[in-house]
């Protein structure tokens, strides 16, 4: 298994799929009507891969073990940096299509609401909990744990705790505006948050008990994996089997787990990257691979870009409009329309700031001899 400076390649591997994966669900969510997502194989299908969003979430705690500063300084810099990509995310593929008269008023609908949105609505859906705050939320307890504790055991424990005590306390509010928008970024039950602290920081945690493990067996890619293979089988057993008794409490909907829930999509997706391992280790670089690393360091302008032009573009298509075939011919073009921009564009301008940069620290860096 071949390893770059503190990257496993098995790790971006899966993260570069994951993203791009993203892009097939969104777009079928967006786009594809009723009768699409709920009766057809090509629903099935992407209700499937939607199964595999842990597996990033596992790559993120596996990613943060490995950065080269974890203070608690830094992860709360980078959690609010997080969160301010999230925020204007959804400023941009909400509330800007409203704002110009964009957004189809059956979107709008679909919340229950009567259109045109209110100021209220705007509101509402420039707070919806995304992957991004659960990113920039979960930085700010992984930089705290990773301070106090550096036992491997310590995240794997409270991610325990989590998915078990989840159920319990989903929907807890005080009552008080502002603060149960917080708790709902904790432990929401409701559709302003879809990815709520508890339980989804869950595969985070365990992402960075099998990082620390890594580090500990001296950064063995072998063991590493090895150990997510197994560990992945027995927790789909134990999670199935729970969800197998009583599926309503412990899976519910994808969104809002229960603890067997929880432990079964932590064991599928650690198979999954135990058969990333076995890809990247089995077949010889390549064009393929190649491509997926590249998402895999572009993963965060890359999840933006695809949500804000597949939540632009309803302007122009409709709102859950489209049966099989149109949803096929859209999930490429939103692929190719995300890649093009982020290569063409962002890359150019971000590859421009950062040679500025370091032509300025190379400058500093020159030491004029004495005379």
């Known amino acids: 298994m071949k390893k770059t400076s503190n990257r496993i390649l098995a790790i971006d591997l899966a993260r570069g799929v994951s ?22 194989w090509l629903g099935s299908v992407v209700h499937f891969i939607g199964k595999g969003t842990p597996m990033f979430l596992i790559a993120m705690g596996v990613s943060f073990t490995l950065s080269r500063n974890q203070s608690v300084v830094l992860s709360i810099k980078r959690a609010f940096y997080i969160l301010g990509i999230g925020y204007l995310m959804n400023f941009l593929k909400f509330v800007l299509p409203i704002l110009v008269g964009t957004m189809p008023d059956n979107f709008i609908e679909a919340y229950g609401w009567a259109a045109p949105a209110t100021i209220d609505n705007m509101i509402y859906m420039l707070g919806t909990g995304d ?23 310590t995240p794997l424990l409270i991610a325990l705790f989590i998915a078990l005590i989840t159920k319990e306390i989903h929907g807890f509010r ?3 505006g502002g603060g149960d928008y917080l708790l709902d970024l904790l432990w929401g ?5 879809y990815f709520a602290v508890f339980p989804w920081f869950s595969f985070i945690l365990i992402g960075m008990f099998f990082g620390m493990w890594y580090k500990e067996k001296k950064n063995s890619t072998k063991y590493l994996f090895n150990s997510m293979g197994v560990a992945g089988i027995i927790l789909m057993v134990l999670g199935g089997g729970l969800c197998y008794y009583n599926f309503e409490y412990h899976f519910g909907d994808y ?11 932590a064991g599928f997706n650690l198979v999954l990257l135990w058969l990333a391992n076995v890809l990247v280790t089995r077949m010889q670089a390549n064009s393929v691979f190649g491509f997926f690393y ?17 939540c632009w573009g309803m302007g122009a298509l409709g709102y859950q409009k489209f049966g099989v075939t149109g ?15 982020q290569k063409f564009v962002l890359d150019k ?14 400058k500093k860096r020159i030491v004029i001899p004495k005379t």
């Open 255 to 265: 969104f809002h787990l229960g603890p067997g829930g929880t432990l079964y999509l």
């Open 327 to 341: 949803v096929l011919l859209l999930i490429p073009f939103y692929m190719l329309l995300t890649l093009g921009v």
């Open 131 to 153: 992957i991004l705050q659960l990113a920039g939320v979960s930085l700010l307890f992984m930089g705290i744990i990773n301070k106090f504790s550096k036992n491997k055991y």
């Open 294 to 310: 590249y998402c895999s360091k572009r993963v965060t302008t890359i999840y933006v870009l695809q949500w804000v032009f597949i």
């Open 19 to 40: 993203v791009l994966m993203v892009i097939i669900v969104h777009t079928l969510w967006i786009y594809g009507d009723t009768a699409t997502q709920s009766e057809t």
């Open 174 to 176: 005080l009552g008080i």
């Open 189 to 193: 039950a409701e559709w302003n948050v």
């Open 349 to 362: 301008v971000l590859f421009t700031k950062k040679a500025k940069k370091q032509t300025r620290i190379a």
